[in-house]
């Protein structure tokens, strides 16, 4: 027992190692985002330097779609272990493209271009990523635990913000901020293209899923894009129930730097002191609420989780705005942090569920992808653009309740349907 236990806990880690490098270059390139802005998008206006790097950094997730459904329909048919390795490969050249290219001041208009490119790359392989991750630990999981293994997928994440944000404290501490601007914020991305030869020896050792061999047949990619078209309603279903988790953590991780900085008027170090929390928060609620999920079941989590997000998304950044400090941007963060852990604890593994077995990774990481890419990708975008428009500093609380909005409607549908199901 104790070695099967063994067994799994190395499974888990080798799998997520993939996606704690995802997710701590998104990071940095959100907390960083006003030092790439002057590095490669030098304006004369601050806002529309800003408006330009986050545009950039949506653009990588307009390529998830098609990452999902190229590398996912390659996930399907060849399988789970090699899809991974592939994706960490073309995830590894956007980071080092992004860590070595030159300043504008330096080759011109010729950086920017290589930014966006790193950014595509990597939208492109995060289209598949997560989903691969999630469909491996659900199928290497047992019926009764399936909750509890594919939130680690998310908690890997967090260690990632974890991770990031420490040594951005600690640049931020022992590095002027002339030097951070000039090349110091460069120093935790050649660190993670340190960290990526590791990552990808571990990874090489995964063995494929059980599940995935007993299949006796795996379909084609002509077969995988026909089903996708047949069950398209049960995509877009998914994309809605995602829209929820994808904008609520974009929100609290990658904006919140930007925002406690240049809304709130608080210290960088705040700002990181605040990110560094969330990530554990997050690291916390996710296994618990998807052990949770795996006892009393998905939806009561996932409709609750949303509702309230509904509910409590403007009132508590109003509050917020009108009270800013280190401890009441804390406060609000861990809440919306145990909405986001609480949710997404639940909902990564029902959507598993609900896609069937065939196509799980491709249908998976396309309901995913087109949630990130539509809403999720694009917070930090539309949260500057909203506050701008509207002078109104709470307004990412209205783009909050909608994403909540999204995922209750999308809860209804599916519990729907299983009810309908089960009465047949």
């Given amino acids: 027992m104790v070695k099967n236990k063994q067994s799994k806990l190395g499974t888990v880690i080798r799998v997520t190692s993939g996606n704690f490098i995802e997710m701590y270059d998104f990071f ?77 001041q330096t080759i011109g208009i010729i950086a920017p271009l290589i930014v966006l490119l790193g950014r595509l790359l990597q ?43 420490l040594l951005g404290f600690a640049i931020n501490k022992y590095l002027s901020k002339d030097v951070i601007a000039d090349w110091g914020w460069r120093i935790p991305f050649f660190i993670g293209c340190l960290i990526i030869p590791v990552v990808f020896q571990i990874r090489r050792s995964l063995l494929e899923t059980e599940e995935f061999l007993a299949q006796k047949k795996h379909p084609k990619f002509k077969e995988i894009i026909h089903s996708i078209l047949l069950n398209w ?29 240049s809304v709130l008027q608080l210290t960088l170090e705040d700002s990181l002191l605040v990110s560094l929390f969330v990530g554990i928060s997050n690291f916390i609620w996710l296994p618990i609420m998807g052990s ?9 989590i996932m409709g609750s989780c949303s509702l309230l997000a509904c509910i409590t998304a403007y009132p508590v950044l109003f509050w917020l705005v009108k009270n ?37 990774t491709t249908g998976f990481s396309l309901a995913y ?31 909050l309740a909608f ?4 995922g209750l409607v999308a809860t209804f549908l599916i519990y729907r349907d299983i009810v309908k199901e089960k009465k047949h």
């Fill in 28 to 104: 940095l390139f959100g907390f960083y985002a006003t030092y790439i802005s002057s590095t490669f998008f030098p304006s004369q206006s601050e806002y529309a330097s800003l408006m330009l790097t986050f545009a950039t950094f949506g653009a990588g997730f307009l390529m998830r779609p098609l990452g999902a459904i190229f590398l996912g329909a390659y996930i399907d048919h060849i399988g789970r272990r090699k899809g991974l390795i592939l994706t960490l490969g073309i995830m590894a050249t956007g980071t080092a493209l992004l860590a070595f290219t030159p300043s504008y």
């Fill in 123 to 165: 939208g492109f392989s995060a289209g598949v990523e997560l989903g691969g991750v999630s469909v491996y630990l659900s199928e290497m999981a047992t019926p009764k635990n399936k909750g509890f293994y594919v939130s680690w997928q998310s908690a890997s994440q967090q260690l990632a913000i974890v991770f990031s944000a």
């Fill in 233 to 261: 309603q049960l995509v877009i279903t998914g994309m809605m129930l995602i829209v929820m988790t994808t904008v609520t953590f974009y929100l609290i991780t990658v904006y919140t730097p930007t925002f406690g900085k």
């Fill in 292 to 300: 949770l999920s795996d006892k009393i079941g998905r939806w009561p």
């Fill in 324 to 360: 800013p400090s280190f401890t009441n941007m804390l406060l609000v963060e861990l809440w919306l942090s145990f909405l986001f852990g609480s949710y997404n604890g639940a909902t990564v593994v029902a959507l598993t569920e609900i896609i069937p077995k065939h196509i799980r």
């Fill in 369 to 399: 992808s087109l949630a990130t890419a539509l809403f999720g990708g694009f917070t930090p975008l539309i949260s500057t653009w909203l506050i701008e428009k509207t002078s109104d500093k709470a307004a990412p609380g209205y783009w």
């Fill in 403 to 406: 994403a909540g909005a999204m």
